[in-house]
């Protein structure tokens, strides 16, 4: 059992900045990779940053120069900054982990609960 618990959310006028963490606990010798995705009220949930174990990362095109994921290994968490926020970057934050399970190669996927990002203008 692995829990995923997202924080950092918030109501913030356009041009600010937020940093969401995820904090991950439970049942787990390690996590593979990890990321963030989004479901705004216009576009279907996206993918807005990930990071692999060994610190390799991605962003979608929309948030490339503006936002920085990271994570602590050692702490189980991961991060999202963000900075010069718009109104489309409205939506709920969702934290997302591959995890890998025992006797299998296939990682088990993991989503939080989601974090409430609201941008206004």
């Known amino acids: 059992q692995v829990q995923l618990v997202e924080s950092g959310g918030d109501e913030v006028q356009a041009g600010g900045s937020l940093r969401l963490s995820c904090a991950a606990s439970?049942?787990?010798?390690?996590?593979?990779?990890m990321g963030w995705f989004r479901q705004t009220p216009t576009k279907q949930r996206e993918l807005v940053a990930a990071i692999t174990s060994g610190g390799s990362t991605v962003y979608g095109d929309s948030v490339k120069g503006r936002f920085t994921i990271s994570r602590d290994n050692s702490k189980n968490t991961m991060y999202l900054q963000m900075n010069t926020l718009t109104p489309e970057d409205t939506g709920v934050y969702y934290c997302?982990?591959?995890?890998?399970?025992?006797?299998?190669?296939?990682?088990?996927?993991?989503w939080g609960q989601g974090t409430q990002v609201t941008v206004s203008s």
């Open positions: 439970g049942n787990f010798a390690t996590i593979n990779a």
């Open positions: 997302h982990a591959e995890i890998p399970r025992a006797g299998s190669r296939r990682d088990i996927p993991y």
